[in-house]
Structures are given as structure tokens and as C-alpha cells.
């Protein structure tokens, strides 16, 4: 059989059968078997939904209209 059939063949194959055939290729040699580098994950900056309030809203309770709205309506 040759490369380029070969690889016709591997494209033909659905992708979960297609991964292990690569991963079973990739364990007959010795050399890929070193681990592929990650790339460093960077921390999330979340914003500060407190923060903001306070800087809106100074050091007010604010209602829970959702609350007040569910008491208000009449079954």
C-alpha cells in the first residue's frame, strides 16, 4: 500500500477511529512519545461586580425587586 493511500484510508475514517489509529502509530515510536508543551495559563480578571456597585451606588441596600415583584402578585 502506498503513503498516499494510506492516508486516504485514515481520512476515510470516522474521527474517533481516525484518533486511535494515530495515537496506536504514535505509540510504535519511540520518540513521540515525549509530551506535547502547554502553553502557561493566564488568571482571569473577573470583574468586580461589588466594587462597581459600591462605586455607583455608594453603601446603599438595594431593594430585591424580584422578591418585592413575587410578593406583590396575586395567585
Known amino acids: ?3 498516499n493511500e494510506l492516508i486516504e484510508e485514515v481520512k476515510a475514517l470516522p474521527p474517533r477511529q481516525r484518533r486511535k489509529f494515530i495515537e496506536s502509530v504514535r505509540k510504535l515510536d519511540p520518540t ?5 508543551p502547554r502553553l502557561p495559563k493566564k488568571a482571569i480578571r473577573w470583574p468586580n461586580a ?10 446603599k441596600v ?10 406583590e402578585e396575586h395567585y
Open 62 to 71: 438595594l431593594p430585591n425587586l424580584v422578591l418585592l415583584e413575587r410578593n
Open 50 to 59: 461589588a466594587g462597581r456597585r459600591r462605586k455607583i451606588f455608594g453603601n
Open 1 to 3: 500500500m502506498r503513503v
Open 32 to 36: 513521540s512519545a515525549t509530551p506535547e
